[in-house]
């Protein structure tokens, strides 16, 4: 079978084009035919050779979709469409090829209104939208901030929280392009970074009381600043660092608010975790009150350069490879 495989973690050019032996079906996994996966910053931190846990050579690639071609011992019906997420790319060969075994805890089926191309946008970003907005406390009424309008958690983040009741949700924008770019899609008060700081941003939207929840995937300087914006009692949960791994807070922002600071980690999730987050989200999903945004679709030969458009364009919306 086709696959992109990583012979070495030392940037785009260790990904080459393999044949490899198709997956035997297993009785505690389901055989799935992909059809589309999803390009990650996950996938660009072990091809530079940044993951301490991965060792080459690996097909990327943690999420997909796909058609069920052997069910094992799931219950699950031969051709029905799935998505899904897991270690795959990580512990074990991940989604950039034709077949995949996976276990059907990670499984999730599609509805009609979703296409492969949408559904294997959806399982990292959208379920840590989702589970992360859970687990600090969401409620109708509260002031969300998902820095990040362009990217895929940020911008997930942003909609479920505003399909769910927000009083309002606020979001970043790195250029007046982005900025303009979420203000022609119906994105409100997303702060131009390039003309105004995150933190003078949130405090003129909010008049001063700062944010409930803050959902933050970027890291460096801008988990301190996101976190000098939550309000008294206030949550904020950290899950990536794009844009560094080292930042400075001041624990008064945690000490006199009251405030709580998590990390985050989707793999770390319970299944019953997992299940409940997709029955929360795929209704939204499926009746258009959430409308995840992919911003471009390669086909599996040029993984190499999707995964270089994710990192250096810094694109708005998701970034899929066709199989």
Do not use: C
């Not at 796909?66 to 069910?71: C, H, L, S």
């Not at 969401?138 to 909609?159: C, D, E, H, R, W």
């Not at 970043?172 to 702060?191: H, M, N, P, Y």
């Not at 949550?235 to 794009?242: D, F, I, K």
């Amino acid at each position: 079978m086709r696959a992109i495989e990583a012979k070495t973690f030392s940037g785009y050019g260790g990904l080459w084009p393999s044949e490899l032996p198709k997956p035997q079906p297993a009785p505690d996994r389901v055989l799935v035919r992909v059809t589309a996966a999803g390009v990650t910053p996950l996938d660009h931190t072990i091809l530079s050779g940044g993951h301490p846990r991965v060792s080459a050579p690996r097909v990327l690639g943690n999420e997909g979709a796909g058609v069920i071609e052997d069910a094992g011992g799931s219950g699950l019906a031969v051709g029905s469409r799935v998505m899904f997420t897991g270690p795959y790319g990580v512990a074990e060969n991940g989604t950039w090829q034709e077949w995949l075994l996976v276990k059907p805890e990670h499984l999730a089926l599609v509805p009609d209104a979703i296409d492969d191309v949408v559904a294997a946008s959806l399982p990292v970003a959208y379920l840590t939208a989702q589970i992360t907005l859970t687990q600090a406390g969401f409620k109708p009424g509260m002031t969300v901030l998902a820095p990040g309008i362009g990217g895929s958690v940020g911008n997930a983040t942003y909609q479920f929280a505003r399909a769910q009741g927000s009083a309002k949700v606020i979001s970043t924008a790195g250029s007046a392009a982005k900025a303009a770019r979420a203000s022609e899609l119906g994105f409100e008060d997303v702060i131009d970074l390039s003309t105004e700081a995150l933190a003078d941003g949130v405090r003129r939207i909010t008049a001063g009381k700062g944010v409930d929840i803050v959902i933050e995937s970027i890291g460096g300087t801008v988990t301190s600043e996101a976190l000098s914006s939550v309000a008294n009692g206030g949550v904020l949960t950290t899950l990536g660092y794009s844009a560094g791994r080292k930042t400075t807070i001041d624990v008064t922002d945690l000490i006199w608010k009251r405030a709580r600071m998590a990390g985050f980690s989707l793999f770390a999730q319970s299944a019953e975790t997992i299940a409940a987050a997709w029955q929360d989200m795929l209704p939204l999903i499926a009746s258009g009150s959430v409308k995840p945004i992919v911003e471009r679709a390669y086909p599996l030969a040029e993984a190499g350069e999707a995964l270089r458009h994710l990192i250096e364009d810094r694109p708005f919306g998701k970034v899929i490879l066709t199989i």
